[in-house]
Protein backbone atom coordinates (compact mmCIF):
# COMPACT_ATOMS: atom_id res chain seq x y z
CA UNK A 1 0.00 0.00 0.00
CA UNK A 2 1.34 3.25 -1.25
CA UNK A 3 1.39 5.96 1.45
CA UNK A 4 2.38 9.88 1.17
CA UNK A 5 3.66 11.95 3.72
CA UNK A 6 4.17 15.96 3.36
CA UNK A 7 5.93 17.62 5.76
CA UNK A 8 7.27 21.07 6.11
CA UNK A 9 6.66 24.61 7.72
CA UNK A 10 3.17 25.28 8.84
CA UNK A 11 3.79 29.18 8.83
CA UNK A 12 5.53 31.05 6.00
CA UNK A 13 5.93 35.36 5.58
CA UNK A 14 4.83 36.81 2.71
CA UNK A 15 7.38 37.21 0.45
CA UNK A 16 9.54 33.83 1.53
CA UNK A 17 9.39 30.66 0.08
CA UNK A 18 7.20 27.93 0.68
CA UNK A 19 8.75 24.67 1.00
CA UNK A 20 6.96 21.31 1.19
CA UNK A 21 8.42 17.59 1.19
CA UNK A 22 6.67 14.75 0.75
CA UNK A 23 7.83 11.28 1.20
CA UNK A 24 6.73 7.87 -0.44
CA UNK A 25 6.26 4.74 1.55
CA UNK A 26 5.26 1.12 0.27
CA UNK A 27 6.54 1.67 -3.43
CA UNK A 28 9.37 3.10 -5.31
CA UNK A 29 9.19 6.55 -7.16
CA UNK A 30 11.09 5.14 -9.51
CA UNK A 31 8.15 3.12 -11.02
CA UNK A 32 7.49 3.73 -14.13
CA UNK A 33 4.04 5.13 -14.93
CA UNK A 34 3.43 7.66 -11.95
CA UNK A 35 3.87 11.90 -11.93
CA UNK A 36 4.27 12.79 -8.37
CA UNK A 37 2.11 15.47 -8.06
CA UNK A 38 1.22 18.93 -5.97
CA UNK A 39 -2.39 20.00 -5.24
CA UNK A 40 -3.63 22.39 -3.11
CA UNK A 41 -7.06 23.25 -1.82
CA UNK A 42 -7.71 27.01 -0.19
CA UNK A 43 -10.22 27.09 2.67
CA UNK A 44 -13.05 25.81 2.17
CA UNK A 45 -13.06 25.96 -1.44
CA UNK A 46 -12.50 23.54 -3.97
CA UNK A 47 -8.70 21.50 -5.42
CA UNK A 48 -6.31 23.66 -7.94
CA UNK A 49 -3.53 21.16 -9.59
CA UNK A 50 0.00 23.04 -8.93
CA UNK A 51 2.30 20.46 -10.79
CA UNK A 52 3.99 16.82 -11.02
CA UNK A 53 7.20 15.37 -11.75
CA UNK A 54 8.45 12.03 -13.23
CA UNK A 55 11.28 10.28 -11.37
CA UNK A 56 13.39 11.45 -14.20
CA UNK A 57 13.01 14.84 -13.30
CA UNK A 58 10.37 16.10 -16.41
CA UNK A 59 8.13 18.26 -14.41
CA UNK A 60 4.78 19.88 -15.35
CA UNK A 61 3.36 23.08 -14.34
CA UNK A 62 -0.15 24.46 -13.98
CA UNK A 63 0.73 27.83 -15.97
CA UNK A 64 -1.25 30.01 -13.53
CA UNK A 65 1.69 29.53 -10.97
CA UNK A 66 4.53 28.48 -13.88
CA UNK A 67 6.64 31.14 -12.75
CA UNK A 68 6.57 30.68 -9.10
CA UNK A 69 7.23 26.96 -8.89
CA UNK A 70 9.49 24.54 -8.68
CA UNK A 71 8.98 20.46 -8.09
CA UNK A 72 11.99 18.17 -7.67
CA UNK A 73 12.41 14.79 -7.14
CA UNK A 74 15.07 12.82 -4.57
CA UNK A 75 14.98 9.01 -6.06
CA UNK A 76 17.94 8.11 -3.40
CA UNK A 77 15.40 9.31 -0.12
CA UNK A 78 12.02 7.87 -2.75
CA UNK A 79 10.56 12.17 -1.87
CA UNK A 80 9.76 14.83 -3.88
CA UNK A 81 9.58 18.38 -3.06
CA UNK A 82 7.47 21.81 -3.80
CA UNK A 83 8.93 25.42 -3.76
CA UNK A 84 6.11 28.46 -3.80
CA UNK A 85 8.22 31.53 -4.40
CA UNK A 86 6.94 35.35 -3.38
CA UNK A 87 3.81 33.84 -1.70
CA UNK A 88 1.29 35.99 -0.64
CA UNK A 89 -1.98 35.30 1.82
CA UNK A 90 -3.73 33.95 -1.50
CA UNK A 91 -0.98 30.58 -1.32
CA UNK A 92 -2.85 30.15 1.87
CA UNK A 93 -3.80 26.14 1.52
CA UNK A 94 -4.04 22.94 2.58
CA UNK A 95 -1.14 21.39 0.24
CA UNK A 96 -1.35 17.61 -0.53
CA UNK A 97 0.65 15.72 -2.24
CA UNK A 98 -0.51 12.65 -4.85
CA UNK A 99 0.34 10.30 -7.03
CA UNK A 100 -1.14 10.60 -10.35
CA UNK A 101 -1.28 7.21 -12.84
CA UNK A 102 0.60 8.93 -15.88
CA UNK A 103 -0.85 12.69 -15.75
CA UNK A 104 -4.30 11.35 -15.23
CA UNK A 105 -6.51 10.68 -12.28
CA UNK A 106 -4.94 11.06 -8.50
CA UNK A 107 -5.00 7.60 -6.98
CA UNK A 108 -3.01 8.07 -3.61
CA UNK A 109 -2.75 10.94 -1.74
CA UNK A 110 -0.87 12.25 1.37
CA UNK A 111 -2.97 13.65 4.20
CA UNK A 112 -2.83 17.19 3.32
CA UNK A 113 -0.84 19.39 5.76
CA UNK A 114 -2.15 23.28 6.05
CA UNK A 115 0.37 26.36 5.10
CA UNK A 116 -0.20 29.86 6.45
CA UNK A 117 0.82 33.22 4.62
CA UNK A 118 1.30 35.68 7.73
CA UNK A 119 3.99 38.00 9.02
CA UNK B 1 -8.01 25.36 -19.64
CA UNK B 2 -11.27 23.22 -19.32
CA UNK B 3 -13.38 24.64 -17.15
CA UNK B 4 -15.66 22.21 -14.88
CA UNK B 5 -19.09 23.71 -13.70
CA UNK B 6 -20.81 21.28 -11.03
CA UNK B 7 -24.17 21.14 -10.08
CA UNK B 8 -26.12 21.24 -8.01
CA UNK B 9 -24.16 23.28 -5.33
CA UNK B 10 -25.74 21.38 -2.47
CA UNK B 11 -27.86 18.24 -2.97
CA UNK B 12 -30.23 16.90 0.55
CA UNK B 13 -31.47 13.66 0.02
CA UNK B 14 -31.73 10.52 2.82
CA UNK B 15 -30.19 7.39 3.09
CA UNK B 16 -31.40 4.98 0.82
CA UNK B 17 -32.24 7.60 -1.52
CA UNK B 18 -30.80 7.97 -4.91
CA UNK B 19 -28.34 10.31 -5.64
CA UNK B 20 -27.08 12.12 -9.25
CA UNK B 21 -24.48 14.35 -9.50
CA UNK B 22 -23.22 16.32 -12.33
CA UNK B 23 -20.45 18.19 -14.25
CA UNK B 24 -20.25 19.99 -17.16
CA UNK B 25 -17.06 20.93 -18.96
CA UNK B 26 -16.88 24.18 -21.20
CA UNK B 27 -15.05 21.99 -23.92
CA UNK B 28 -15.38 18.31 -24.93
CA UNK B 29 -13.24 16.16 -22.87
CA UNK B 30 -10.85 13.82 -24.58
CA UNK B 31 -11.36 10.29 -24.69
CA UNK B 32 -13.86 10.94 -21.35
CA UNK B 33 -10.76 10.99 -19.51
CA UNK B 34 -12.65 12.63 -16.38
CA UNK B 35 -12.51 10.99 -12.82
CA UNK B 36 -14.36 11.90 -9.26
CA UNK B 37 -13.73 12.06 -5.74
CA UNK B 38 -14.98 11.84 -2.73
CA UNK B 39 -13.59 13.90 0.37
CA UNK B 40 -14.75 14.11 3.51
CA UNK B 41 -13.55 17.14 6.52
CA UNK B 42 -10.33 17.12 7.45
CA UNK B 43 -9.41 14.55 5.26
CA UNK B 44 -7.69 13.91 1.66
CA UNK B 45 -9.83 13.42 -1.75
CA UNK B 46 -10.71 9.81 -2.68
CA UNK B 47 -10.66 8.30 -6.02
CA UNK B 48 -14.05 6.82 -6.73
CA UNK B 49 -14.09 7.08 -10.98
CA UNK B 50 -11.92 7.02 -13.54
CA UNK B 51 -12.04 7.01 -17.44
CA UNK B 52 -15.43 8.40 -16.26
CA UNK B 53 -17.32 5.15 -15.82
CA UNK B 54 -14.42 3.00 -14.48
CA UNK B 55 -14.50 1.87 -10.40
CA UNK B 56 -11.13 2.35 -8.65
CA UNK B 57 -10.30 0.15 -6.68
CA UNK B 58 -11.97 -1.19 -3.65
CA UNK B 59 -15.50 1.37 -4.74
CA UNK B 60 -18.44 -0.37 -3.59
CA UNK B 61 -20.90 -0.77 -7.13
CA UNK B 62 -23.84 1.83 -5.78
CA UNK B 63 -21.04 3.93 -7.08
CA UNK B 64 -21.64 5.16 -11.22
CA UNK B 65 -20.28 7.28 -13.48
CA UNK B 66 -21.43 7.93 -17.22
CA UNK B 67 -21.27 10.83 -19.51
CA UNK B 68 -19.06 12.06 -22.58
CA UNK B 69 -17.98 15.06 -24.06
CA UNK B 70 -19.18 17.66 -21.89
CA UNK B 71 -21.43 16.12 -19.69
CA UNK B 72 -20.67 13.73 -16.62
CA UNK B 73 -22.78 12.17 -13.99
CA UNK B 74 -21.89 10.72 -10.72
CA UNK B 75 -24.57 8.06 -9.36
CA UNK B 76 -25.42 6.42 -5.77
CA UNK B 77 -27.67 4.33 -6.03
CA UNK B 78 -28.49 3.74 -2.69
CA UNK B 79 -26.95 6.54 -0.03
CA UNK B 80 -25.38 4.81 3.09
CA UNK B 81 -24.58 7.24 6.22
CA UNK B 82 -20.87 7.18 5.10
CA UNK B 83 -21.49 8.82 1.45
CA UNK B 84 -22.69 12.22 3.03
CA UNK B 85 -19.39 14.11 1.55
CA UNK B 86 -18.08 16.57 -1.24
CA UNK B 87 -17.75 15.69 -4.52
CA UNK B 88 -15.42 16.30 -7.09
CA UNK B 89 -14.82 16.14 -10.91
CA UNK B 90 -11.41 16.60 -12.54
CA UNK B 91 -11.00 15.83 -16.28
CA UNK B 92 -7.51 14.73 -17.43
CA UNK B 93 -7.60 15.36 -20.88
CA UNK B 94 -5.84 17.99 -21.36
CA UNK B 95 -3.49 20.34 -19.43
CA UNK B 96 -3.33 21.96 -17.02
CA UNK B 97 -5.83 19.05 -15.31
CA UNK B 98 -8.82 20.65 -13.80
CA UNK B 99 -11.47 20.61 -11.23
CA UNK B 100 -15.23 21.38 -10.57
CA UNK B 101 -15.97 23.29 -8.06
CA UNK B 102 -17.58 20.10 -5.66
CA UNK B 103 -20.92 19.25 -4.77
CA UNK B 104 -21.75 18.92 -1.25
CA UNK B 105 -24.12 15.68 -0.56
CA UNK B 106 -26.04 16.83 2.78
CA UNK B 107 -28.22 14.49 5.13
CA UNK B 108 -31.74 15.61 4.50
Known amino acids: QVQLQESGPGLVKPSQTLSLTCTVS??????????WSWIRQHPGKGLEWIGY???????YYNPSLKSRVTISVDTSKNQFSLKLSSVTAADTAVYYC???????????WGQGTLVTVSS | EIVLTQSPGTLSLSPGERATLSCRAS???????LAWYQQKPGQAPRLLIY???SRATGIPDRFSGSGSGTDFTLTISRLEPEDFAVYYC?????????FGQGTKLEIK
Open chain 2, 90 to 98: QQYGSSPVT
Open chain 1, 98 to 108: ARAVDTAMFDY
Open chain 2, 51 to 53: GAS
Open chain 1, 53 to 59: IYYSGST
Open chain 1, 26 to 35: GGSISSGGYY
Open chain 2, 27 to 33: QSVSSSY
